[in-house]
């Protein structure tokens, strides 16, 4: 019902800047939470920024104060601001949307590598 396509990932310095995009298509007005998550080999799957509707954001303590996520409604798409990269925010970076009564829908994944 819900298709979600990130983009924006790639490599980048410690210190710089990205921001990921993930496109909704589908039936999004039922979408509840848009939500990105990330996971690096080895590593469980975490939040790293969600936004409920009607209401707002929240953070991973690791990323809070650098990343912020936004919501373009008329373009259906949601973005991650990501500065101050770290070499540890590196990952592979995936958007989800959750439909109640709490189906959750995922993106492709894209890689986001911060290395000097």
């Known amino acids: 019902q819900v298709q979600l396509v990130e983009s924006g990932g790639g490599l980048v310095q410690p210190g710089g800047s990205l921001r990921l995009s993930c496109a909704a298509s589908?039936?999004?007005?039922?979408?509840?939470?848009m939500a990105w998550y990330r996971q690096a080999p080895g590593m469980q799957r975490e939040r790293v920024a969600a936004?409920?509707?009607?209401?707002?954001?929240n953070y991973a303590d690791s990323v809070k104060g650098r990343f912020t996520i936004s919501r373009d409604n008329a373009k259906n798409t949601v973005y991650l601001q990501m500065n101050s990269l770290k070499p540890e925010d590196t990952g592979v970076y995936y958007c989800?949307?959750?439909?109640?009564?709490?189906?959750?829908?995922w993106g492709q994944g894209t890689q986001v590598t911060v290395s000097s």
């Open positions: 589908g039936s999004i007005n039922s979408i509840n939470v």
């Open positions: 989800n949307a959750v439909v109640p009564p709490g189906y959750r829908y």
């Open positions: 936004i409920v509707s009607g209401s707002g954001a």
